[in-house]
């Protein structure tokens, strides 16, 4: 398991919690380290001993946690630079979706080593869409569901968002509505802007 993404889940509890709950998370986890390092590679069984840990200390479900690690990588502060490679992918929320394909190509420019899951989006007509999340890293779905909520907000874009498993296949299915490109203002955006990535969210 890569440790840019424990290092995530790590700044997500620390930076939402305290780092108090990320000491409980981690002595949940029976982990012989504190602080993950975003470069080095972790046993695969880490991600779940980490994801099972903060369903006990959060009290909350694996895919609502999830979903709220997907909207703190575009909401919070110490995430711009995440939210300003997301935001590079159009000018509009259906813009945005259309640029998932390419979001895990664009994640290795930046960190070559990191394999994100295969992202497929289908337009189903009548501003209903569907995002393939593909095998690789269980749960990822429900955190592109905090991301595209999160990035809907960004947008000022009006969304339903529902998310299912094809188990079969490994698969994630986001069913998206979308009922408005401009229901409201967005946050303001300046696609010249320079911030650093953050050694672990982005």
């Not at 269980?138 to 809907?152: D, T």
């Not at 409201?184 to 955006?189: I, L, N, P, S, T």
């Amino acid at each position: 398991m890569h440790g840019l993404i424990l290092r995530t889940f790590q700044v997500f509890v620390q930076d939402t919690y305290g780092p108090e709950a990320w000491l409980d998370i981690s002595g949940r986890a029976n982990l012989e380290i504190v602080d993950f390092e975003a470069m080095l590679i972790y046993p695969p069984e880490t991600y779940d001993a980490v994801i099972t840990a903060s369903e006990d200390v959060m009290h909350k479900p694996r895919d609502v946690f999830l979903e709220d690690v997907g909207t703190y990588l575009v909401s919070h502060p110490n995430s711009e630079g995440l939210r300003r490679l997301l935001r590079f992918g159009g000018v509009d929320y259906i813009d945005f979706m259309h640029s998932l394909d390419d979001l895990p190509d664009r994640a290795r420019l930046v960190v070559a080593d990191l394999n994100l899951p295969s992202l497929e989006m289908h337009d189903d007509g009548q501003n209903q869409y569907r995002l393939l999340v593909g095998p690789g890293l269980p749960g990822f779905g429900h955190v592109m569901v905090g991301v595209l909520r999160a990035i809907a907000d960004d947008y000022g874009a009006l969304v339903l968002l529902d998310s299912r498993a094809e188990t079969a296949a490994e698969v994630q299915v986001v069913e998206i509505s979308l009922f408005e490109t401009a229901f409201a203002e967005g946050r303001e955006f300046d696609l010249a802007g320079r911030t650093p990535l953050r050694g672990g969210a982005g």
